[in-house]
């Protein structure tokens, strides 16, 4: 093993070590590349599942910062190591299976859930040198794997025998599958521009991260990638204030744990998601050389993304269902609709004139239609007339959200 391979790349320096150390153990070519990718696979969800450790420590952290409070500090220093004790709380803790379940889809809903967010590692490149497996169809496999997610949730609900969880199921019907679509119609931008729905070659696409020509998408994305996730303010599907927990409330024990650690996972990989395709995935200075620095630039890109994720879940309010449903049906997807039809006309029009020509084209269109979008709904704002009801007026206050519809009773 050269040293300086080791040093540049040494996850694609020790996969070359163990194939020859197999092949001379007698493994023939197809099986020693079985095995590698067993191992590749083990390792890169073990540490995914530990990885989430960390991130619910520090998104409790973060968020007790942001609302004035400590948040975990009693259990090690700054409670670095509170994870670990709720993890062994759960390990131990009884589990406790309600009278009149459905057995197959109540147990199989927690491995479905967890399930359905690990397989999304698989097709995100964390350098130019290490892909688990690409994909010529990655975007397509992206929403199939989020709509499994959704059909874990559904199974929960239905298989509990709980009126609470199958409300927070039907919600979760609504809310998930519904913000998939302005999410879907974003993808097929990026999708256009690289000519491919291969990860790999979005990235290889990106000489200039597609976020400085795709502001306003980029936006969409975000936005919609919260919901599709059910986090704070989208976070009807659990909502403890009126569902007590939502679709997990009759679990208990390891299986409550995985459906917590599926949700704080989720949120970073949905960072990862967003970096591989608006801000250039593991590109960056010196990747070349040592394709090391692949994975590094990949995890601080994605790291920024989650906290604004983090920050968002920490200082909004949660909406209404009915106010998050108008968002999505009344705005993102028709300005997502909008944006990917206007992208593609100007961005095919302007083709024979260079790529720098078609990108601005394309960005002049994301901030045209962003400045529009932003008139508008400061128009409806500015304009919204409540139905006066009762034999006099009086005045009355407006609905803190431009999309909602409360109706003040005389």
Same mark, same amino acid.
């Given at each position: 093993m050269?040293f300086f391979?080791f ?6 320096a020790?996969s070359?070590w ?6 001379g ?6 099986w020693?590349n079985f ?5 590749g696979?083990?390792l890169?969800g073990?540490?995914?599942?530990l990885?989430t450790?960390?991130f ?8 007790g910062?942001?609302q004035?409070?400590?948040g975990?500090?009693?259990?090690g220093p ?7 004790a709720d993890m ?7 589990h ?5 379940v459905d057995?197959?889809p109540y147990?199989?809903a ?5 399930a ?7 097709i995100?490149?964390f350098?130019?040198?290490l892909t688990?497996?690409?994909l ?12 499994i997610?959704?059909?874990?949730i ?7 025998n709980?009126?609470?969880a ?7 019907s609504?809310?998930m599958i519904s913000?998939e679509?302005?999410?879907a ?7 256009l521009?690289?000519s491919?729905?291969? @990860?790999d070659? !979005?990235?290889?696409a990106?000489?200039m991260p597609?976020? %400085?020509? =795709?502001?306003?998408? #980029?936006l969409? $994305?975000?936005i919609?990638s919260?919901?599709e996730n ?9 909502a403890?204030?009126e569902l007590v927990?939502g ?15 599926a ?7 949905s960072a990862?998601?967003?970096?591989t395709i ?6 960056g200075?010196g990747?070349e050389?040592f394709?090391?620095?692949g ?5 601080l890109k994605?790291?920024?993304?989650w906290?604004?994720?983090?920050w ?7 909406y209404r269902?009915d106010q @998050?449903?108008? !968002?999505n049906?009344k705005f993102?997807t028709p300005v997502? %609709?909008? =944006?990917f039809m206007? #992208?593609?006309? $100007? ?8 790529q720098?020509?078609?990108y601005l084209s ?10 529009i979008s932003l008139?508008l ?12 009801i ?7 206050a407006?609905?803190?959200n431009?999309f909602?519809?409360d109706?003040s009773?005389?």
């Amino acid at each position: 093993m050269d040293f300086f391979d080791f040093i540049s790349d040494p996850i694609l320096a020790i996969s070359k070590w163990l194939f020859e150390l197999l092949n001379g153990w007698g493994v023939t070519a197809d099986w020693s590349n079985f095995i590698l990718y067993f191992i590749g696979a083990a390792l890169l969800g073990t540490s995914a599942l530990l990885l989430t450790l960390i991130f619910i420590w520090a998104e409790r952290k973060i968020i007790g910062r942001l609302q004035d409070r400590y948040g975990p500090n009693q259990v090690g220093p700054w409670g670095i190591f509170q994870s670990v004790a709720d993890m062994v709380k759960i390990f131990i803790k009884e589990h406790i299976i309600p009278y009149g379940v459905d057995p197959v889809p109540y147990h199989l809903a927690p491995i479905i859930i967890v399930a359905s967010v690990l397989i999304v590692w698989a097709i995100i490149p964390f350098s130019n040198s290490l892909t688990e497996t690409n994909l010529n169809v990655a975007v397509i496999f992206l929403l199939a794997v989020g709509g499994i997610g959704e059909l874990g949730i559904m199974m929960a609900g239905w298989g509990s025998n709980n009126k609470y969880a199958l409300i927070s199921a039907f919600r979760a019907s609504a809310q998930m599958i519904s913000y998939e679509i302005p999410m879907a119609i974003v993808l097929l931008i990026p999708v256009l521009l690289s000519s491919s729905m291969a @990860m790999d070659d !979005i990235v290889n696409a990106q000489k200039m991260p597609f976020i %400085l020509i =795709l502001l306003f998408g #980029a936006l969409i $994305f975000f936005i919609a990638s919260i919901a599709e996730n059910g986090r704070a303010p989208f976070d009807l599907a659990e909502a403890e204030s009126e569902l007590v927990a939502g679709f997990n409330i009759e679990y208990s024990g390891l299986k409550f744990g995985m459906f917590y650690v599926a949700d704080f996972l989720r949120a970073f990989t949905s960072a990862l998601i967003f970096s591989t395709i608006f801000l250039g995935g593991w590109r960056g200075p010196g990747v070349e050389t040592f394709p090391i620095l692949g994975g590094l630039y990949l995890t601080l890109k994605s790291l920024v993304i989650w906290f604004l994720g983090v920050w968002i879940r920490g200082s909004f309010p949660r909406y209404r269902i009915d106010q @998050m449903m108008n !968002i999505n049906w009344k705005f993102l997807t028709p300005v997502s %609709l909008a =944006l990917f039809m206007l #992208a593609i006309f $100007f961005g095919k029009l302007f083709e024979n004139y260079g790529q720098n020509i078609q990108y601005l084209s394309i960005l002049i269109i994301n901030l045209g239609l962003f400045f529009i979008s932003l008139k508008l709904i400061n128009r409806k704002e500015d304009n919204l007339e409540i139905p006066e009801i009762g034999l006099r007026s009086r005045p009355v206050a407006k609905p803190d959200n431009l999309f909602s519809k409360d109706i003040s009773r005389g």
